[in-house]
Antibody
C-alpha cells in the first residue's frame, strides 16, 4: 500500500488550470498537516504550500511565487489532498510531490520535516 | 537562486566521512532549530534523514548526523557507502516570503 499517491498532472498551456490530487492511505489523514513540494526538471526542491488539519483550522500557507494562483484543499472523508493551479506559467513546470510531516505521536513536525512522500506527478506548462 | 546555499558537489571514498554545509541567514537557519536534511536518489522521491537540526527519524542510519552553528547547518555522513550517492537537500523554516526554504542541493559522489 502506497501511503501517498499523486495524480492529475499533464500538459497545459500557459494561463491554463490543472487540479492535482493526492490519495493518502495507511495513516490518520485527518490529523496530518500536508504539504506540496515541487521540483523543476534537473533542479532542486521548492516548497509550494501546506494545509493544516481541520482541528488546527485547515489553514493554508503558500510560497510567494504561487500565492494567489494556487489553492490547497483537503477532503478528510476521502483521505484526499488537492492542489488547484490556475494561471499557470511556464516556470510552474515541475514534478509535484505531496508530503506528510513527521510525527511520532509525541513530537510532531508537521510543517518543517517531510517524512512521507508520494512519487510525484509531472506538470508541464508549454504552448 | 535558492535561499539556502549548499555546495554543488562533494565526493569521498568509501569509509571516509564528508560534510555538507547549508548556509542561510538570521531569518532562517540562524533563527530556528527547524533544519532538516533529505537524500534523493535518481528517480526517487526525497527521503527525510534529519529533522530539528540533529534528530533522525526511525530507520535512518546513525552514519548520518546534523549540526548547526549560527547561520550554517551541516550534514555529516560517516563511513561512506556506495549507496549514499545522490542529491542532498537542506531545508529550514524562514520568516521571508515563504514558510520553508530549501537549499539548492548537493550532489554526493562516492569515488
Amino acid at each position: 500500500e502506497v501511503p501517498l499517491a499523486e495524480s492529475g498532472g499533464g500538459l497545459v498551456k500557459p494561463g491554463g488550470s490543472l487540479r492535482l490530487s493526492c490519495a493518502a492511505s495507511g495513516f490518520t489523514f485527518a490529523d496530518a498537516w500536508m504539504t506540496w513540494v515541487r521540483q523543476a526538471p534537473g533542479k532542486g526542491l521548492e516548497w509550494v504550500g501546506h494545509i493544516t488539519s481541520k482541528t488546527s483550522g485547515e489553514t493554508t500557507y503558500y510560497a510567494a511565487p504561487v500565492k494567489g494562483r494556487f489553492t490547497i484543499s483537503r477532503d478528510d472523508s476521502k483521505n484526499m489532498l488537492f492542489l488547484q493551479m490556475n494561471s499557470l506559467k511556464i516556470e510552474d513546470t515541475a514534478l509535484y510531490y505531496c508530503a506528510k510531516g513527521y510525527c511520532n505521536g509525541l513530537d510532531c513536525h508537521w510543517d518543517d520535516a517531510f517524512h512521507v512522500w508520494g512519487q510525484g506527478t509531472m506538470v508541464t506548462v508549454s504552448s | 537562486q535558492s535561499a539556502l546555499t549548499q555546495p554543488a558537489s562533494v565526493s569521498g571514498s568509501p569509509g571516509q566521512s564528508i560534510t555538507i554545509s547549508c548556509t542561510g541567514t538570521s531569518s532562517d537557519v540562524g533563527a530556528y532549530k527547524f533544519v532538516s536534511w533529505y537524500q534523493q536518489r535518481p528517480g526517487e522521491a526525497p527521503k527525510l534523514l534529519i529533522f530539528e537540526v540533529g534528530l533522525r527519524p526511525p530507520g535512518v542510519s546513525n552514519r548520518f548526523s546534523g549540526s548547526k552553528s549560527g547561520n550554517t547547518a551541516s550534514l555529516t555522513i560517516s563511513g561512506l557507502q556506495a549507496e549514499d550517492e545522490g542529491d542532498y537537500y537542506c531545508s529550514s523554516y524562514t520568516t521571508v516570503n515563504t514558510l520553508v526554504v530549501f537549499g539548492g542541493g548537493t550532489k554526493l559522489t562516492v569515488l
